[in-house]
């Protein structure tokens, strides 16, 4: 049986306890250390909800954050199938500091411009709101991958693949040899080798899911998304990962989500 060597938290860091020395209202710190992201997950019942979040995301959201020094905001669309036809809007913000994230919503109710663009959004009545559901996940980057590189992937925004995916793990013991799998283990390496263009890798630091991990990467297109996972499942590194009894049953459960990026996303 596997031994819990340190708690949980402790692979995730620790949040800091000290005063920020700037306010959410001003320029975000460079930060040397490793970022902290927010995934809102927006649900609809109606194109018409659609619309009014897509006109309060670019119209007031994102200018709103920009304002507080928060760049590299990415915004994406869910792939509609005949298996899951519930519309979906990933927004995905980055944080150098976390007590940022923590005050946004603060800065955003003292910003005149993001109150008057976003008042649709922002007034509307109870029995004619713009979602269904907002689900937000707070996640940590990982050490070997901590800050977040936006893609650099071209040509159309309608046929981009934004991969985004999701492991949970049985139990936090296994979640840490996950983690080490793609630090120490090699994965992310691999992926950075084979030209998968990360965007991000990251723990959940709270979410519906836990423990759980998300990473996310970019193709150009669906043929060039197959291509890259068939190079991945036909290396070396990763059959001999696979084939390392140590990193066996790490994972209980995966979700993959194809996205496409909004026209007004940051890439």
């Not at 030209?195 to 060039?224: C, H, R, W």
């Not at 696979?242 to 790490?250: A, L």
Request: glycine residues 6%; negative net charge.
């Amino acid at each position: 049986m596997r031994t819990l060597i340190f708690f949980f938290i402790a692979a995730i860091g620790t949040f800091s306890c000290e005063s920020p020395t700037q306010s959410a209202d001003t320029d975000q710190e460079p930060s040397d250390q490793k970022e902290y992201y927010q995934l809102k997950v927006y649900t609809f019942d109606s194109e018409l909800q659609q619309s009014l979040t897509d006109e309060y995301l670019a119209e007031a959201f994102l200018p709103g954050l920009k304002k507080l020094g928060i760049q590299n905001i990415g915004v994406f669309k869910k792939r509609l199938s005949e298996s899951d036809s519930v519309p979906q809007t990933y927004v995905l913000i980055p944080f150098n500091r976390l007590e940022t994230f923590l005050s946004l919503d603060t800065a955003l109710l003292g910003d005149h411009d993001y109150l008057s663009k976003g008042a649709g959004y922002l007034n509307a009545p109870h029995n004619n709101p713009p979602y269904k559901r907002i689900e937000s996940i707070l996640l940590s980057a990982f050490r070997d991958f901590p800050v977040m590189k936006p893609t650099s992937v071209e040509g159309s925004r309608k046929d981009r693949i934004y991969e985004l995916r999701s492991y949970e793990s049985p139990t936090e013991s296994y979640y840490l040899n996950k983690v080490e799998m793609f630090n120490e283990g090699g994965e992310v390496a691999l992926f950075d080798r084979l030209g998968f263009n990360a965007v991000f890798y990251a723990d959940v630091i709270s979410g519906p899911k836990m423990p759980n991990l998300m990473y996310m990467t970019t193709f150009s297109n669906q043929e060039s998304r197959d291509e890259h996972w068939k190079s991945f499942g036909d290396a070396p590194e990763w059959k001999e990962l696979i084939g390392n009894s140590y990193y066996d049953n790490n994972v209980s459960h995966a979700d993959i989500f194809l996205l496409y990026p909004t026209e007004y996303s940051d890439y």
